[in-house]
């Protein structure tokens, strides 16, 4: 008797790009398109807070501090998603523009949290 890939009713994975998994209890975690995830837990910290933060100031009224401060937000989320890390010119633009726009950062949560974070990497 034929198999089923014999008979062409089986299953038949030619080529992959991606991720994905089969059968029952499997977990994915795709990277691809993302960038490098950070592998150090400050990173990881300070990216988490860092989106937390953008969501925040997408209600705030704008002005030139909260925008070079979204600008500082999105160019550390990017850097830390390709490399895997904020590197020490990033940290201190990013610490700079939160001071900047210190008056509407501490009105929200996530503002707290980035500058603890930026503080943990930079000593202080």
Do not use: C, K
Not at 41 to 61: F, H, I, K, N, W
Not at 62 to 71: D, I, W
Not at 86 to 93: I, Q, T
Request: hydrophobic letters at 45%; aromatic letters at 2%; glycine letters at 14%.
């Amino acid at each position: 008797m034929a198999t089923a890939d014999e008979r062409g009713s089986g299953n038949h994975i030619g080529s992959v790009r991606g991720a994905f998994a089969i059968g029952n209890n499997n977990t994915v975690t795709n990277y691809e398109g993302t960038g490098t995830p950070a592998a150090d837990p400050a990173q990881a910290e300070l990216l988490r807070a860092v989106r937390a933060l953008r969501g925040e100031l997408a209600v705030v009224v704008e002005n030139p501090q909260t925008l070079a401060l979204r600008t500082e937000l999105a160019d550390t989320e990017t850097e830390i998603a390709d490399t895997g890390a904020a590197g020490p010119g990033r940290l201190a633009r990013l610490r700079a523009a939160l001071a900047d726009a210190g008056a509407v950062v501490g009105l929200l949560a996530s503002g707290a949290a980035v500058g603890e974070a930026v503080a943990a990497l930079v000593g202080g």
